[in-house]
């Protein structure tokens, strides 16, 4: 069964950078698309990115185009993402889960999505 674990949040000043991590175990990622998610208290959870398994082609929400960058190394069965230029409205838990399917859909909706992982927070404060 495919899992998820993420990893790389933590507090960061307006601007800065951090890299998310999304690792897979149970299974590869060799035909299943990934999206990143985020979900900030109080709001609904929100599609950032996917990479589609099928030709490494990529979708982002228009708040982060520019600033955020998917990317996936199927040797470690893993998916990252780099966040630059870091903004407070960042601010949110970030996870990952699976698509079966071999393209990215848009608009990215978590109904679309399983496999979810527990998430990793990440804070943008001065």
């Known amino acids: 069964q495919l899992q998820f674990v993420e990893s790389g949040g933590g507090l960061v000043q307006p601007g800065g950078s951090l890299r998310l991590s999304c690792v897979a175990s149970?299974?590869?990622?060799?035909?299943?698309?990934v999206g990143w998610f985020r979900q900030a208290p109080g709001k609904e959870r929100e599609g950032v990115s996917c990479?589609?398994?099928?030709?490494?082609?990529?979708y982002y929400t228009d708040s982060v185009k520019g600033r955020f960058t998917i990317s996936k190394d199927d040797a470690k069965n893993t998916v990252y993402m780099q966040m630059n230029n870091l903004k407070p409205e960042d601010t949110a838990v970030y996870l990952c889960?699976?698509?079966?399917?071999?393209?990215?859909?848009?608009?990215?909706?978590?109904?679309?999505?399983?496999?979810w992982g527990q998430g990793t927070q990440v804070t943008v404060s001065s």
């Open positions: 990479i589609s398994s099928s030709d490494d082609s990529t």
């Open positions: 149970g299974s590869t990622l060799d035909y299943y698309s």
């Open positions: 889960a699976v698509l079966y399917g071999s393209l990215c859909l848009d608009p990215q909706l978590p109904s679309d999505y399983s496999a």
